[in-house]
């Protein structure tokens, strides 16, 4: 049955008119106006990356990787062993890939190496959210956690990026889904979509909740935005 799932979430993937049905969009707007901003910041001339990209491209000059070819994917590689030279990157992007990955901390540890001095990173992982697997799902985070896997960046932004409705709404929806399947596992994803989005208007409350500064106590997801340290020099002292 898993493989069932896996197939019919390939397809969906791959198809941008049918992808509406591999979940409810749940909004994340903290994160996609930071995302937009860094990426207007910092000039069309910006080499950037992002890892993990699905089937989107964020802007023109964004360079797309992924673990499986599609129409808009540029690289295909492992995000565990960048194909890329150290001190590459103006800003590396990495959405929902973290809690997929059995070492994260080798992939950030990759972004790190691959970004130049001064450069930046943009990732966001789930908190509370029913397992998805992409085809695994290994790990959540809150806050502090996140914070802490990207340590060796200065930190400039962090937080809640899709709130406690959106945590309730999944919980939700996957539970009647699973209630009401009787053990089939693609009656109960189908289950939880429709019943999604039935009551997908109640995730609006989360553009008033989100104004609570600790919304990341149930939220969803989370993110951070950091900067790799800018290298320093200093010249050399005359010796008399």
Same mark, same amino acid.
């Given at each position: 049955?898993?493989n ?7 397809f969906?993937r791959?198809s ?9 969009p ?29 089937t ?6 964004v360079i ?6 599609n ?27 973290l809690?997929?990955?059995?070492? #994260?901390?080798?992939?950030? &540890?990759? *972004?790190?190496?691959?970004? !130049? ?6 990732? @966001? =992982?789930? %908190? ?37 409705t959106?945590?309730?709404h ?23 979509l ?6 997908f #208007?109640?995730?609006?409350? &989360?553009? *008033?909740?989100?104004?609570? !500064? ?5 939220a969803? @997801? =989370?993110? %951070? ?16």
């Amino acid at each position: 049955m898993s493989n069932q799932i896996q197939k019919l979430k390939g397809f969906l993937r791959k198809s941008k008119s049918m992808s509406i049905f591999m979940g409810c969009p749940y909004p994340a707007f903290r994160w996609n106006r930071a995302v937009k901003r860094k990426i207007y910041e910092l000039g069309a001339e910006a080499k950037i990356l992002d890892l993990g990209s699905g089937t989107d491209r964020r802007a023109p000059n964004v360079i797309t990787l992924e673990i499986e070819a599609n129409s808009n994917v540029d690289i295909v590689g492992d995000g565990h062993q960048l194909p890329f030279h150290d001190n590459v990157f103006d800003a590396i992007i990495n959405e929902a890939v973290l809690e997929h990955v059995l070492e #994260p901390k080798q992939i950030v &540890d990759e *972004i790190y190496r691959v970004l !130049k001095p001064g450069g930046y990173v943009c990732a @966001a =992982v789930p %908190f509370l959210q029913g397992f998805h697997a992409s085809p695994h799902d290994y790990q959540r985070y809150t806050v502090p956690g996140f914070n802490h896997l990207f340590s060796a960046f200065i930190k400039i932004e962090s937080g809640a990026c899709a709130g406690p409705t959106a945590s309730l709404h999944w919980i939700f929806r996957e539970y009647v889904g699973l209630m009401l399947s009787f053990g089939n596992l693609l009656a109960a994803k189908i289950i939880s979509l429709i019943i999604g989005w039935l009551t997908f #208007p109640i995730i609006l409350i &989360d553009y *008033i909740l989100m104004i609570n !500064k600790h919304s990341h106590i149930l939220a969803s @997801a =989370v993110y %951070f935005v950091g900067q790799k340290e800018k290298k320093t020099t200093t010249e050399p002292t005359d010796q008399k």
